[in-house]
């Protein structure tokens, strides 16, 4: 069977690593979320030292991110083609890919999904330096009351962004593959992404 490079030791190190803080900052940044949810703590030291490490993950995790979409930002552009797909979900999610317009290396999906993520995280970097005050100085009540709020829900639908991206990447078979070994069959290329499949075989 012919394989295709999806991407480099490099891209996928960068993506694991991100997963990882993503992983770490949440799980802090859950502990602060609810009294339910405190004991999340004991995996970070304590109470304080959570407090401390939480916008040091988050920070890290931000510019892990913003490293990584650079690297994959000229193939998550949007266009025309990419609203017809959208508008065919039911195509989407039927598996019915035959009627879809043709995904180059990333579906229109991919490319939402990589937008929402850049919007969450610029959201909760901002925010977050807002009531960061051991490292800036004290904001209006009224403007941390507002971060505080806009960074729970950026938080909320990046963990879902996250989730229903996991479930993607089990959902369609072979695309796990991609970020563990850095190679997609080309049958799951042509079937998932034409476009790029023909780009690659040029």
Not at 28 to 44: C, D, Q, R
Not at 76 to 90: E, F, G, I, V, Y
Not at 95 to 112: C, H, S, T
Not at 172 to 197: F, I, N, Y
């Amino acid at each position: 069977m012919k394989y295709l490079q999806r991407y480099t030791e490099g891209e996928r190190s960068l993506h694991w690593a991100v997963a990882l803080l993503f992983i770490l900052a949440a799980l802090s940044g859950f502990a602060f979320f609810h009294p339910s949810l405190f004991w999340l703590v004991n995996f970070f030291g304590g109470g304080p030292w959570t407090r401390i490490l939480h916008p040091f993950l988050g920070i890290a995790m931000a510019l892990a991110f913003a490293y990584m979409a650079w690297q994959f930002w000229e193939h998550n552009k949007l266009s025309p083609q990419d609203s017809n797909w959208l508008k065919q979900w039911r195509d989407v999610i039927g598996n019915r890919e035959d009627r879809l317009p043709e995904a180059g290396k990333y579906n229109a999906g991919q490319k939402v999904l990589f937008w929402v993520l850049i919007v969450c995280l610029a959201t909760l970097v901002l925010t977050g330096i807002v009531y960061w005050r051991s490292m800036f100085p004290d904001f209006p009540v009224w403007l941390v009351r507002l971060a505080s709020l806009l960074h729970a829900l950026a938080a909320t639908v990046l963990v879902i962004a996250i989730i229903v991206h996991g479930y993607a990447a089990f959902w369609v078979k072979g695309s796990l593959r991609a970020m563990l070994r850095g190679t997609v069959s080309e049958a799951w290329a042509k079937k998932h992404h034409p476009a790029w499949h023909r780009e690659m075989n040029r």
